[in-house]
């Protein structure tokens, strides 16, 4: 038993300040404490427990013995399941106890009371922290001894818990200021990359518009003149062949199958048409032929993926990112094989394209080009996106994942045609 009547004096409670003072973490207040009263309330587990603001959950730092409560191994608890429940609802201001692996008051069902047991405490003693009169958390003494503590410890207990109650809540709330402060920046970083990646999405559509027009200025304008010039010349001749009229009528062919081309280009209509397998399709047919060396392509799809269902900006999004996926197969991987999936698992949407070729470059990808665009258009319809190694760290593997329906994806509004 100790000498638990000597009751804490002037000169040990500006020893605690003096200790306190200046430590900003958590850990170190507790440990600088728990070094300053040993000798008054001796312990060989000191923790302070605090309520976060709506007073639902509760999160513990420890120094001593080393247990499951603390914020390391258990970030924060329902104050339901503490042990000390009733210290944080007011409903006592104070429990002490000689052993509390019998005491009924800290084994309830669903109570987290397991490392008493686990870290063999037995002697407790607990009494609340307070800010303006209200319980913002709790001091709690335990010792592998029983009957270690007596009624008048609760009174030293107190007057320590007194002039570390501000303390403590100050540090949560500017641990709190500073997480928020985190949070805020994170955001941020977040939504300026999505901005920057747009912009630069913008430049890429613009871009592309200009190379439709120079298409349609060298390609089409040119056969169209070409064509015109003909018609002019025959319009002018007293007779007409049937073979004449034929290469015109050739020419007039040709010039709509190029203008198919580049207007399937800028719109691919089969994916409008016929959906985004077929599309898919269509796409690894063009890309395995325009391969230098021999590429084989397979296409996996049991038809239930669901990505036609989704609103079309977002099958066109996830239409280019597979087109940029295969061309990038096609023009830096050097594979023999590229596969393409389409799934279903529950209620999230896989494609995956698969190529068993050099693999990306070592360091990750750039943010830039069109493993870019890939990462913002994902963005831009909350695809989460993954680019690893294939199978057998072999190869390219690029996953894009979405929800089948989400409220974000119905908000898009009506299919556009
Ligand atoms: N499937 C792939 N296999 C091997 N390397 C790849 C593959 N995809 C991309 N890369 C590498 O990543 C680089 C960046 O790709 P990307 O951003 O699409 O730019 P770009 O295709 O214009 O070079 C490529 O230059 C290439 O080195
Ligand atoms: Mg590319």
């Not at 036609?308 to 830096?332: K, S």
Request: proline share 4%; net charge neutral.
């Amino acid at each position: 038993m100790q000498n638990s009547t000597r009751c804490i004096d002037m000169a040990q409670i500006l020893s605690i300040l003096r200790a306190i003072a200046g430590q900003i973490d958590f850990r170190a207040v507790i440990s600088a404490v728990s070094a300053e009263i040993r000798d008054l309330l001796p312990h060989d587990h000191l923790d302070v427990a605090l309520l976060n603001s709506d007073r639902t959950l509760v999160v513990a730092y420890e120094t001593g013995l080393h247990t499951e409560w603390d914020a390391s191994t258990t970030a924060t608890k329902p104050v339901v399941a503490s042990p000390i429940r009733d210290l944080f609802t007011g409903v006592v201001d104070h429990i002490v106890t000689d052993d509390a692996q019998t005491d009924a008051r800290f084994h309830f069902p669903g109570a987290f009371s397991q490392p008493i047991f686990a870290a063999g405490l037995h002697s407790r003693l607990h009494v609340p922290l307070k800010v303006e009169g209200r319980v913002c958390g709790a001091l709690s003494f335990s010792t592998q001894k029983t009957a270690a503590y007596r009624p008048g410890d609760v009174n030293n207990a107190q007057i320590v818990a007194d002039i570390l109650s501000s303390y403590f809540f100050s540090l949560q709330q500017s641990e709190l200021v500073k997480q928020g402060e985190l949070q805020k920046r994170e955001t941020e970083a977040r939504a300026e990359g999505l901005r920057v990646g747009a912009l630069r999405l913008t430049e890429e559509l613009e871009n592309a518009r200009q190379a439709i027009g120079m298409d349609l200025h060298d390609q089409t304008l040119a056969d169209l003149t070409r064509i015109a010039r003909n018609l002019k010349r025959l319009v002018n001749k007293p007779t007409l062949r049937g073979s004449e009229l034929q290469l015109v009528q050739k020419d007039v062919e040709h010039c709509v199958r190029e203008l198919r081309v580049i207007i399937d280009n800028a719109k691919p209509s089969v994916l409008q048409f016929f959906g985004f397998c077929e599309a898919v399709e269509a796409l690894l047919e063009r890309s395995v032929r325009s391969a230098t060396s021999p590429l084989s392509y397979r296409l996996c799809d049991d038809g239930g993926s669901g990505v036609d269902d989704l609103p079309a900006n977002t099958v066109v999004a996830l239409y280019r990112i597979v087109q940029e996926a295969i061309n990038n197969t096609v023009r830096h991987a050097n594979a023999s094989t590229i596969e393409v999936r389409l799934q279903r698992a529950g209620e999230r949407i896989h494609i995956v394209v698969e190529d068993d070729g050099s693999g990306l470059p070592k360091g990750g990808a750039r943010r830039t080009g069109g493993l870019g665009n890939i990462r913002t258009r994902a963005s831009l319809i909350q695809a989460e996106l993954s680019a690893t190694a294939g199978p057998g760290g072999k190869g390219t593997r690029l996953e894009i994942a979405l929800p089948a329906s989400s409220p974000a994806h119905q908000s898009q509004g009506e299919k556009q045609a």
